[in-house]
């Protein structure tokens, strides 16, 4: 499942500029940028990463799973009804970024309760803030975080600035790994097409869930 995921992510949400060109909510400009939506939102991704979350938290005695909204709030889900799959039920909630102004007035929606064990998710970490400001608002509703795992870690500190909040926190994938694949993907998909005509013969292979499909392109000149 892994494996997949991280196909999927350098295929539809990984970007690299050998120039720092990408803005990130810091403010900071960077040479990566993941956008896990395209993959989190998708039928698949969201099978593949709700399972691969629900093994990090199945041991972890928690009732809730959620994060800041918009970007933890596909994970919730995803893992809330991988739990049911597995006869392991956690339910999801969501954390506003603003307060509701009106009937309950609170920072989280969902079947939560204060005093219940939860744990905090987040699609990507750079410096953690996001994750953090979940964690804080959680505990302010009363919650007990006792879990944080991060979808994609960008590996600039952010686990270990979490980690002065929650002491145990993991991710499902790593940068490097997304580096390691998409450069892999990079090099098989390197062909051109254009007016010019080329010598050069390429192929590569798809993935479906049930066949192998491998796609030959050939030049006869």
């Given at each position: 499942?892994?494996?997949?995921?991280?196909?999927?992510?350098?295929?539809?949400?990984?970007?690299?500029?050998?120039?720092?060109?990408?803005?990130?909510?810091?403010?900071?400009?960077?040479?990566?940028?993941?956008?896990?939506?395209?993959?989190?939102?998708c039928a698949r991704g969201m099978f593949?990463?709700?399972?691969?979350?629900?093994?990090?938290?199945?041991?972890?005695?928690?009732?809730?799973?959620?994060?800041?909204?918009?970007?933890?709030?596909?994970?919730?889900?995803?893992?809330?009804?991988?739990?049911?799959?597995?006869?392991?039920?956690?339910?999801?909630?969501?954390?506003?970024?603003?307060?509701?102004?009106?009937?309950?007035i609170r920072w989280i929606e969902g079947?939560?309760?204060?005093?219940?064990?939860?744990?905090?998710?987040?699609?990507?970490?750079?410096?953690?803030?996001?994750?953090?400001?979940?964690?804080?608002?959680?505990?302010?509703?009363?919650?007990?975080?006792?879990?944080?795992?991060?979808?994609?870690?960008?590996?600039?500190?952010?686990?270990?600035?979490?980690?002065?909040?929650?002491?145990?926190?993991?991710?499902?994938?790593?940068?490097?790994?997304?580096?390691?694949?998409?450069?892999?993907?990079?090099?098989?998909?390197?062909?051109?097409?254009?007016?010019?005509?080329?010598?050069?013969?390429?192929?590569?292979?798809?993935?479906?869930?049930?066949?192998?499909?491998?796609?030959?392109?050939?030049?006869?000149?």
């Open positions: 499942m892994k494996a997949e995921l991280i196909d999927m992510l350098c295929r539809k949400s990984f970007k690299f500029s050998k120039e720092p060109i990408y803005k990130l909510v810091s403010g900071r400009m960077s040479q990566f940028y993941v956008n896990c939506k395209p993959v989190t939102l593949l990463a709700g399972h691969l979350l629900f093994e990090e938290i199945k041991d972890d005695d928690v009732t809730g799973v959620g994060g800041l909204t918009f970007g933890a709030d596909p994970l919730a889900v995803a893992t809330a009804f991988a739990s049911e799959l597995k006869s392991r039920p956690v339910n999801a909630f969501s954390i506003r970024k603003t307060r509701k102004d009106h009937g309950m079947d939560i309760q204060p005093g219940e064990r939860v744990a905090v998710i987040d699609d990507v970490a750079t410096t953690g803030g996001s994750t953090i400001k979940a964690i804080e608002r959680a505990r302010s509703e009363g919650l007990k975080v006792v879990r944080a795992v991060i979808l994609v870690d960008r590996q600039e500190g952010g686990i270990d600035n979490i980690k002065q909040h929650v002491s145990n926190v993991s991710s499902v994938i790593t940068r490097d790994e997304l580096v390691e694949r998409y450069k892999t993907l990079k090099e098989g998909f390197r062909f051109q097409v254009s007016g010019v005509r080329k010598k050069k013969v390429s192929g590569f292979s798809v993935q479906h869930p049930t066949h192998r499909i491998v796609i030959s392109i050939n030049s006869d000149t």
